[in-house]
């Protein structure tokens, strides 16, 4: 399902819900059930073919193309990581390609969660980004080559 | 009795100045000193007059700075020799780490005696930094690792170990004394023991003994000792290599450089002997002023009250970690170390680990770089917290709390 609204409008939204948790645990829990919302990702698609790899927690990440739009069904092992993914997933998901490829996404920033998506951590999130925006990025330049 | 009155305690931990650091608005509660351990004020400091006083290249300058760091430098061979009841001093070699002493052994060592159809035993257990440099030479040499099976409670399999010592061409055993993951202290004489009488060469890995017990490698027979500085209060970068010399001798060099030859020309170059063979280039040469201060502060305590002290966190902890429903420990051999490896039921280790860092504990999480223990006891990893002299049974109060707190989160 494409909605019709962006990726900063998404992120914005997202940087409001969170400006009402003063404590990390609060924070965290609501993390924990944003994840438990994510839609249930097949069991067929945990496959190594959709894994992304992390040291720590697992991430597994299926795009499907609708049109040029990209949308991602995904799941973790790890309560917190799968609540970031689904954080990822409703920003990014049935957004135009280009968009995807394009995003800052600066939001993760703006509700303190900025050290998760380091490279340098294990939990396969800045793996699964970094995966979201080739999906795209292939998605963008075929487009544009077919005019 | 405790080993330390409470003024001990406090006066230890008061030497430790990263101790007093507030995590996450929390007090530190450092529990990961099998992977590093904490530094005492007098390693910190030592090694900074050596940087203000001493700081000059060891082995090669004939002036004074470079004098007296080559005596700093060969004093700690002298006393890593005695540490290790080594029979000369010439069996200590400087390395990097357990890691790179490891490596050297199989790249020149067993790089020598393993031939096709080789084998290669190494415990279920081991850290990776004891079984993959063995993998990558063996596969050059059409050789092969097998595994000395382990025991649910953390134990080696003895009798398997003999029979395939009897049933296979081993060449090399590689096995660890304790166990990073589940603490395991594994009666390794008698495994070297086994090997010696059947010719077959033995490594000891002994990253995770050497810092908490007294050993001889004498009397455990081994022919291979490693074990790093980091891990025993001291600096990073820095450790050990026992050799026994007279295999040391009959081995290749393995890097090339300054300080490891005897004489270059370009129609050939001959090489320096043990230990100088093996230690090409220029060493971590601050890193001993601070092991040898670390090295004062284990003897000024004592081994035997560090291990009985470690002795007392680790039962401390497992009595109170058994207290907690859905929480099962792994690994009940009857000798460990001060390490308490857990999984929680319904709890990713990852999980655990963010949350317990966010009230200020510092524990380990994930396979501890030792994959094949995890797949033999059926988890993708743990949730570790290991001691050392500075720890607390308050520190592990607030552990269980912690993991109480995170339990009822997740469930």
């Known amino acids: ?147 | 009795m405790s080993v330390f009155s409470p003024e001990e305690i406090a006066a230890i931990r008061g030497r430790f100045p990263i101790l007093s650091r507030v995590v996450n608005d929390k007090p530190l509660a450092y529990l990961d000193s099998a992977a590093s351990s904490q530094v005492p004020e007098q390693v910190i400091e030592a090694m900074a007059t050596f940087q203000r006083t001493t700081r000059a290249n060891v082995h090669r300058g004939v002036h004074r700075l470079s004098q007296e760091a080559t005596e700093v430098h060969e004093g700690l061979r002298d006393r890593i020799q005695r540490l290790l009841g080594a029979s000369r001093r010439e069996e200590v070699i400087f390395v990097r780490g357990t890691t790179e002493a490891i490596n050297l052994v199989a790249w020149t060592f067993g790089r020598q005696k393993l031939n096709a159809l080789d084998v290669v035993l190494a415990g279920e257990l081991e850290h990776h930094a004891n079984l993959v440099p063995w993998q990558i030479v063996a596969a050059e040499r059409g050789a092969r690792v097998e595994k000395i099976p382990a025991l649910d409670d953390g134990t080696l399999d003895f009798e398997a170990y003999e029979r395939l010592l009897d049933s296979l061409p081993v060449k090399i055993v590689a096995i660890q004394h304790v166990s990073n993951a589940l603490g395991t202290i594994h009666p390794v004489e008698r495994f070297v023991q086994a090997a010696k009488r059947r010719g077959v060469a033995t490594l000891v890995d002994g990253a995770q003994s050497v810092p908490h017990m007294r050993l001889d490698v004498q009397a455990l027979g081994c022919d291979f000792l490693a074990f790093s500085a980091h891990k025993m209060y001291g600096p990073t970068g820095l450790g050990f290599l026992y050799g026994r010399y007279e295999l040391l001798e009959s081995m290749p060099p393995w890097q090339g450089g300054g300080d490891m030859i005897d004489k270059v020309s370009f129609s050939g170059t001959t090489f320096h002997e043990p230990p100088w063979r093996f230690e090409a280039g220029t060493p971590h040469y601050v890193a001993p002023s601070g092991m040898n201060a670390a090295l004062d502060f284990v003897e000024e305590i004592g081994m035997e009250r560090i291990a009985a002290r470690e002795h007392e966190l680790l039962e401390y902890a497992q009595t109170r970690l058994r207290e907690i429903e859905g929480l099962r420990i792994l690994g009940s051999a009857p000798h460990k170390a001060g390490v308490v490896s857990f999984v929680l039921e319904g709890v990713h280790h990852y999980d655990a680990g963010l949350f317990l860092d966010q009230m200020g504990i510092a524990v380990r999480t994930g396979h501890h770089c030792a994959q094949p223990a995890m797949e033999r006891y059926g988890v993708t990893g743990t949730i570790r917290a290991s001691f050392a002299v500075f720890n607390t049974e308050s520190e592990i109060d607030r552990l269980v709390a912690g993991v109480i707190r995170l339990q009822k989160v997740f469930q």
């Open chain 1, 1 to 147: 399902m494409i909605t019709p609204d962006t990726i900063a409008e998404r992120e914005t939204e997202i940087v409001e819900e969170f400006a009402m948790f003063d404590e990390w645990l609060d924070k965290y829990e609501h993390i924990i059930e944003l994840g438990k919302g994510l839609a249930v990702l097949a069991p067929e698609l945990h496959a190594d073919e959709w894994k992304v790899k992390g040291c720590q927690s697992q991430v597994w990440l299926h795009p499907v193309r609708e049109g040029d739009a990209l949308v991602f069904q995904a799941d973790s092992d790890a309560a917190i990581t799968k609540g970031l993914v689904a954080l990822m997933v409703r920003v990014l998901s049935g957004q135009p390609a280009r968009a995807i490829a394009q995003a800052p996404l600066a939001f993760l920033d703006r509700i303190g969660l900025h050290e998760h998506l380091s490279p340098t951590r294990s939990n396969g999130l800045a793996s699964m980004v970094k995966q979201m925006k080739l999906y795209a990025g292939a998605i963008a330049a075929q487009e544009a080559s077919h005019g």
